[in-house]
């Protein structure tokens, strides 16, 4: 387990997901007056913390892990649930701090949905490339959020946490991501 840990760069990327979140929450506990760190940058904390672990989707020789004995669409499924279950646990983390990440249903909301962004980019263009799409689209989702029917499935990161369409956008995305990257995997280089 050790071994497919590393060759995964899991350590690496664990070590500087949960780096950057805490840079940011250090951060905002020192220069800022409020407690709840505005919308803006709870997006893209979760968002740099998801495309740190994009780097985990895929091993290093794919072909080697494809011949492998091993069921792996369960294990590509527990993969994902780890990652959603890390971002969580380290943002939910800061609840009680003088600074703090939230509010909670925008956090779950998010990072289901971009990792399971992340999963489909993993799928279609590799686990190297998985993190453009979720990146471009979280940036400019959070920094012009759009109101109306179609502005707030387009711009579904950046909307408000008890948006229902947001929420929905977002549980496609997770399930197709998880579906399609636990069946598929990473998609191969060339």
Do not use: K, N
Request: glycine share 6%.
């Amino acid at each position: 387990m050790m071994l497919h840990l590393r060759a995964r760069r899991v350590p690496v990327a664990l070590a500087a997901s949960v780096g950057a979140a805490v840079l940011i929450w250090a951060l905002w506990l020192t220069l800022s007056t409020e407690r709840d760190v505005i919308l803006l940058l709870v997006v893209l904390t979760v968002t740099l913390m998801v495309a740190t672990l994009s780097t985990t989707l895929a091993a290093p020789d794919e072909d080697l892990e494809r011949t492998a004995a091993l069921r792996w669409p369960w294990r590509r499924a527990v993969h994902l649930l780890a990652a959603l279950a890390l971002v969580l646990v380290v943002l939910l983390a800061t609840q009680p701090t003088g600074a703090r990440f939230g509010p909670t249903a925008l956090l779950v909301r998010d990072s289901a949905g971009l990792l399971g962004l992340t999963a489909l980019c993993a799928t279609v263009a590799g686990a190297a490339r998985a993190w453009f799409l979720p990146v471009g689209w979280a940036i400019a989702a959070a920094m012009f959020p759009q109101p109306g029917p179609w502005g707030t499935l387009a711009t579904w990161p950046g909307q408000p946490h008890d948006s229902r369409p947001a929420a929905v956008v977002a549980a496609v995305l997770a399930v197709a991501g998880v579906v399609a990257y636990a069946l598929r995997g990473a998609a191969r280089r060339e």
